[in-house]
Every structure is written in structure tokens, then in C-alpha cells.
């Protein structure tokens, strides 16, 4: 079988498991959705938030709602050892490693599904034109494949490590900053829709672009070394 | 303990030692050539902790890079000895990053106006220093595997060394740019590389001394088992 077909096959596993047990989307959408309303509860009453406001609140909600779903979806790998059942398959670690990476990736999607929407209603937020949503939509599937690569190898990679749930949001959150960072600040760029202000998150999508690039890298470099031992 | 083993020992220790002394030499001096150095007009005698701040951060992210060459020697070669290296490099940038951590907003409050700025030198500094947090973490708290999680982690870490450097060539910040150290003052210029210079001799100091100890954790670990197995010591 070829390297994509595995990859394929490796995703299309989690994400039948995923629909049987439907476990993972309904408690990570739920949490996002919770988290958009705590937040929008916090800024009751005052004068509407500021662009910057909308811009940290999408990003913070992703990753805290991002996480949790990562950190639940490893846990049930372990608890009934198909993680290690398929490390000693022939399978190539890299092949693990990307189909890993890319139902991370699908998870947080669901999350964005949900904060967007909840953002547009319960915040006011504004997004202006075509060019504006595309390069927004840029910004968060870089911004997500970003934070999965570094999620899924430390996840991973875990095992049978103690304080797990601690251990992995100590990992992932200061190693995943830039991007929060940079899609926080493309985000508040796209809100406020100045052609100055486009070019500006252009910029920042192309800094994702190159955390991605460093970060895959460094995954699939750092896969074999820190799982084969699991 | 085998006689070669025993004269690799007593030659590092001799080698320690004499770097302590140098270190010890150049603390006494440094102060008097700190006081001497030219004071620079615009943010007066504030500037000086110019000398300890730089040396500080160069030292922190050679800690990091150490840490993080030593962690993908770890990880691909399983080299215990790498392993020692490794997190001891990292005990170094973390505490060499609290130094310019808390030298830096000192020098910022008189020079700026504020403690802090969300500047990338400063950030990309501050993120640094929780990698290397995090790592020591991990090793305290994680149990089985967790230095190999942690060597992961210092491996990302290490990545973040050169951006710190370039950073302030690419964005807009208001942090000094690299070109102030080869452009020094001529004046300043035995003070600050003195500084620096005794820094780096208590660097590899502190890196050897904390390596040994390593060392010794290990096989103390490893007799204590030992003894356990042969019925020597209760569980």
C-alpha cells in the first residue's frame, strides 16, 4: 500500500471510531461552546469588545477547546492500547504520525465550527468580503494544523508517563505560542479590514506558513525517536 | 573503579577547578571595570546592567542550544551521557534566563518607561524560558519516559534560539538591535567582554559540576537497585 494510502487508511480508522463512539465531538463542542459563552458573559454590560477582544477570544477558545478533545482522544488510544498495537505494526512511523496529525487537525475544525458562529452572534464580529473570509480561513487552517503538529507528537509520545493531563498542555501551549500569536494578531488584522491592515495578516499567514513547515519537520523527525519506544 | 577512569576524574576536577578560579578571578575585576566603564549619556549609570543583562541572555541560549544538540544526540543515539549534558545545559538556561529576565525589565523601567513590552525579542526570550521550564518539569514529574518527552521538548526549544536573535532584524522592536555589541563604545568594550568571558567560565563550571552530579545520581540509582536485587537493603 502506498505511504498515502496508509496515511488515508490510518485516518478513515480514527474517524469511524470517532462516528461509532461520537464521543470526542459532542464533549469538544460542547466545551468551545461553553468557553464562547463564559467569555461573552465576562464582557456583559460594557461597551461591545473590541476587534482585539474578538480576535484573543476565537484563538484562546480554540486552543483551550483544541486540547481537551487532543488530550481525550489519546487517552482513549491508551486506555485500550491500539496506540502501541499499531507502533508494532509495520506501519511507518511518519504514516502515523501525519494521519494523527491531520484527525487533530479535523478535531479542531469541529471547535472552529462552533466559535465562529458563536463569535458572529454573541460578540457582533464582522468580516468584510471575500478576501477578508479567505485569508481568515487561512489563518485558521494554518493556525490548526500548527497546533496538531506539535499536539500529536507529544501526545503521543506520552505513554505511560505520570500526570499526563497536566504534562501534555505543559508541552503543547508554550511550543504552540507563535501560533496563537500569529493568529490572534492575523485575525485582529482581518477584523479590521483596512487594505493596510490585509496586507499585514498576509504577513502573518506566510509566519504560520513557515511555523508549519518547521513544525511537521521537526514531527516527523522527532516521531520515531520519542514513540518507538512506547 | 578502574585506575583510567580514576585519572579522567582527577583530571576534569583539576580542570574544574582552575575554571572556578578564573571565574572567581574575573568577578573580582569585572566590578572595578564596570565602574571605571564610560557611562553612556543618555540612560546614565542605569546602562551597567548592560554588562551583566547580555551575557546572561547569550548564556541562557547557549544553555538552550546545548540542551537541545545534546537532547537529539539523546534521542537518536541514546547516549546516557548526552542525557547528563543535556539537562544540565537546561538547569543553566533557565537560570541564566531568570537573570536576564530580571535584569532586562530593571534596564527597561529606567531606559522605556515600563517593566515589560509584548516585543518578539521579549516574548520569543520569555517562551524560551518556559520551554525550558516545562522541560525540567517533565524530567521531575513525568516517570517512565519522561526524558525522552523532555528531549523532545528542548529540541524545539533549541529552535527558538536563532529566532530570538534574528528577531529583532525582521520585526519592528523596541529592543536593541545585534549591531550594538560590535559597535560598542571602545571604553566599554574590556568591561563587557570580561563580563562575558566570566560568565562563560562559570557557565562551564556550573555545566560540569551539575553533569558529575548527574553522573553520580545515576549510579547511585543503579548500586541501590543492585543491593535491592542481592537482598543488601529492605524495598
Excluded at chain 1, 469541529?110 to 480561513?137: H, K, Q, T
Excluded at chain 1, 493531563?165 to 508541552?171: D, F, K, M, V
Aim: aromatic fraction near 12%.
Amino acid at each position: 500500500m502506498s505511504f498515502v494510502g496508509q496515511v488515508a487508511l490510518l485516518l478513515w480508522k480514527d474517524i469511524r471510531v470517532e462516528a461509532r463512539a461520537g464521543e470526542l465531538i459532542y464533549a469538544t463542542g460542547l466545551f468551545a461552546s461553553i468557553v464562547v459563552l463564559l467569555f461573552s458573559f465576562s464582557f456583559l454590560g460594557g461597551s461591545p469588545p473590541t476587534v482585539e477582544v474578538m480576535a484573543g477570544v476565537l484563538w484562546v477558545a480554540l486552543a483551550l477547546s483544541g486540547m481537551l478533545g487532543i488530550s481525550r482522544s489519546f487517552e482513549r488510544e491508551r486506555e485500550s492500547d491500539t496506540l502501541r498495537a499499531i507502533l508494532l505494526s509495520p506501519t511507518p512511523r511518519a504514516a502515523l504520525y501525519l494521519s494523527k496529525l491531520l484527525s487533530m487537525a479535523l478535531l479542531m475544525l469541529i471547535v472552529v465550527v462552533v466559535v465562529l458562529p458563536g463569535l458572529l452572534l454573541l460578540f457582533g464580529m464582522r468580516v468584510d468580503g471575500g478576501e477578508a473570509w479567505l485569508r481568515l480561513f487561512a489563518l485558521l487552517g494554518l493556525g490548526i494544523i500548527g497546533f496538531s503538529s506539535v499536539a500529536a507528537l507529544f501526545g503521543a509520545a506520552l505513554g505511560r508517563a505520570r500526570v499526563r493531563e497536566i504534562l501534555l498542555p505543559l508541552l503543547v501551549y508554550p511550543l504552540v505560542v507563535p501560533v496563537l500569536l500569529a493568529g490572534a494578531r492575523g485575525t485582529y488584522a482581518v477584523l479590521y479590514g483596512t487594505p493596510e491592515a490585509l496586507v499585514d495578516a498576509s504577513r502573518w499567514i506566510k509566519f504560520l506558513l513557515a511555523f508549519d513547515a518547521l513544525s511537521v519537520t521537526c514531527g516527523l523527525w522527532l516521531f520515531e525517536p520519542l514513540c518507538g519506544h512506547e | 573503579m578502574s585506575t583510567s577512569q580514576r585519572e579522567t576524574n582527577v583530571s576534569s576536577i583539576t580542570v574544574l577547578a582552575a575554571l572556578c578560579l578564573l571565574a572567581a578571578g574575573g568577578y573580582l575585576i569585572v566590578p572595578h571595570l564596570i565602574l571605571g566603564a564610560p557611562t553612556e549619556p543618555t540612560m546614565g549609570f542605569v546602562q551597567r546592567i548592560f554588562y551583566f543583562h547580555v551575557p546572561s541572555a547569550w548564556l541562557a541560549m547557549m544553555g538552550a542550544l546545548t540542551a537541545g544538540v545534546a537532547s537529539a544526540i539523546y534521542l537518536y543515539r541514546g547516549s546516557e551521557r548526552a542525557d547528563e549534558i543535556a539537562v544540565s545545559a537546561a538547569e543553566l538556561a533557565v537560570i541564566f534566563g531568570l537573570c536576564a529576565i530580571v535584569t532586562g525589565p530593571l534596564w527597561a523601567r529606567k531606559a522605556w518607561g515600563v517593566y515589560w513590552q509584548w516585543d518578539v525579542r521579549l516574548t520569543s526570550t520569555a517562551l524560551l524560558w518556559i520551554i525550558f521550564i516545562a522541560y525540567l518539569f517533565a524530567r521531575k514529574y513525568g516517570g517512565p519516559g519522561s526524558k525522552r518527552l523532555a528531549a523532545g521538548l528542548a529540541v524545539f526549544g533549541a529552535a527558538d534560539v536563532p529566532m530570538i536573535y534574528i528577531s529583532v532584524s525582521i520585526w519592528r522592536t523596541i529592543h536593541p538591535k545585534t549591531t550594538v555589541v560590535p559597535t560598542l563604545d571602545p571604553g566599554m568594550r574590556p568591561a563587557f567582554w570580561l563580563s562575558m568571558l566570566t560568565f562563560m567560565f562559570m557557565f562551564f563550571v556550573l555545566l560540569g559540576m551539575r553533569r558529575r552530579l548527574e553522573r553520580l545520581r545515576a549510579r547511585y540509582d543503579a548500586l541501590y537497585l543492585e543491593a535491592q536485587d542481592a537482598g543488601l537493603i529492605d524495598d
